[in-house]
C-alpha cells in the first residue's frame, strides 16, 4: 500500500530549508548533515511529483511551486 502522506522529517527539512533558503542552515538546525537534508527534500520531491527548489551555483532557491507548498507545509507543522 503506497503512503499517501510524506514522512514528517522530509516536512520538517523542507520546511527548514524553505524557511534559511539553504540546505546548510537547515542542517544546522536541525542536527543533521546537509547531505541528510538533501536526501530528505530529493524524497519528498520524487512523493509529491514536484521540483521544490531550483540548485544554483550558490545554493538553493525556491520555485514558485515550492514556496507555495512551503506555506502549506509551514501552516500544518504549526497547527
Not at 510524506?6 to 539553504?22: G, I, K, N, Y
Not at 544546522?28 to 544554483?56: C, H
Amino acid at each position: 500500500m503506497r503512503r499517501r502522506i510524506p514522512s514528517t522529517q522530509a516536512l520538517v527539512c523542507f520546511e527548514a530549508a524553505a524557511r534559511h533558503e539553504s540546505y546548510t542552515r537547515a542542517a544546522q538546525e536541525l542536527a543533521l548533515t546537509q547531505g541528510a537534508v538533501a536526501r530528505q527534500i530529493a524524497a519528498l520531491e520524487e512523493f509529491v511529483g514536484i521540483v521544490l527548489f531550483r540548485r544554483t551555483r550558490h545554493g538553493v532557491a525556491l520555485t514558485d511551486s515550492g514556496r507555495d507548498y512551503a506555506r502549506q507545509v509551514a501552516r500544518r507543522l504549526d497547527a
